[in-house]
């Protein structure tokens, strides 16, 4: 599933046709993705300027000028495509492998830009919503979230506060939504081996018996900032599913210190090592994280 790099690479390119542009009509091609749509879905979006493009954890999120917001999530293999209106019909302009099957193309933006952005998805895991604006605090989906690890407020004393006293792993605990928004197993890995942590390790020992932060927390936080802000100027990982909005691949699997690279050396001279932890692999080196 895409990880928050995935997910603001994807930000970062629909921006510029879709930001300040108007929906001059939005089509849903089925009923359903993962949910189904709501029966005003297409109503609520067609004639509104998108005022702003955000990101919330994996989430995308479109201010619209109704004051409602349109809430977007890629799933496990929803892509968007951009096609310009003068090159939509151009052989191979704007597609990329996981989207020519335009039979997974489920729901198409027009938009004023001059830009048609199709949302194609053939696993159907990703989802759409629209939500007032003044409702989205309380919006099951969002509701529980922890901070944004690229946020000013995420920083040692948080993550220390938030982990004071588990009874669980490192590993569990950053990919617990609810201590931190948007990591997921590949950052994870790479965080906790740049930060020299195992994933084994208690969450607990990131606080000290006040729960200040130790300085494993520290070196955690400064190590999740510096993966994923690597990660987005990379463009994401492009494994399965990603690419970015103009079809670009992202590279930072180039750049794995661990993850999926089980047997392989590292570069302290241990092995990288794979295990499975709470259903999913943990890539690790057993000699530098202690």
């Not at 099957?101 to 989802?127: K, L, Q």
Request: hydrophobic content about 40%.
């Amino acid at each position: 599933m895409p990880e928050l790099p995935e997910v603001e690479t994807v930000r970062r390119g629909l921006q510029p046709v879709m930001e300040g542009s108007k929906i001059l009509k939005a089509e849903a091609r089925r009923k359903d993705l993962r949910f189904p749509f709501q029966k005003d879905f297409t109503a609520r979006l067609d004639g509104q300027v998108v005022t702003g493009l955000g990101r919330r954890a994996k989430y995308l999120m479109a201010d619209l000028a109704s004051g409602d917001v349109l809430l977007m999530h890629l799933g496990m293999s929803g892509s968007f495509r951009i096609q310009k209106l003068e090159t939509a019909h151009a052989p191979g302009q704007f597609h990329h492998p996981r989207g020519k099957d335009t039979a997974h193309d489920h729901v198409v933006f027009h938009m004023s830009s001059g830009a048609d952005i199709v949302f194609n998805d053939p696993r159907r895991f990703g989802y759409m919503k629209v939500i007032a604006r003044h409702a989205i605090e309380e919006e099951p989906l969002l509701r529980g979230l922890g901070p944004e690890p690229l946020g000013n407020e995420f920083d040692a004393a948080l993550l220390a506060a938030a982990c004071a006293g588990k009874k669980t792993t490192l590993k569990a605990a950053l990919l617990d939504q609810r201590v931190v928004a948007g990591l997921g197993n590949i950052y994870v890995c790479e965080a906790l081996y740049r930060a020299h942590l195992s994933p084994r390790r208690q969450a607990s020992t990131l606080a000290n018996r006040k729960s200040e932060p130790t300085e494993l927390a520290r070196r955690l936080v400064d190590a999740i900032h510096a993966v994923l802000n690597e990660a987005i100027r990379a463009g994401g990982s492009s494994l399965r599913d990603h690419r970015q909005a103009n079809g670009d691949l992202g590279y930072f699997q180039h750049a794995f210190k661990v993850y999926d690279r089980e047997g392989e050396p590292c570069g302290c001279g241990g092995v990288v090592r794979r295990f499975t932890q709470n259903g999913r692999s943990t890539f690790w080196c057993p000699k530098c994280q202690k």
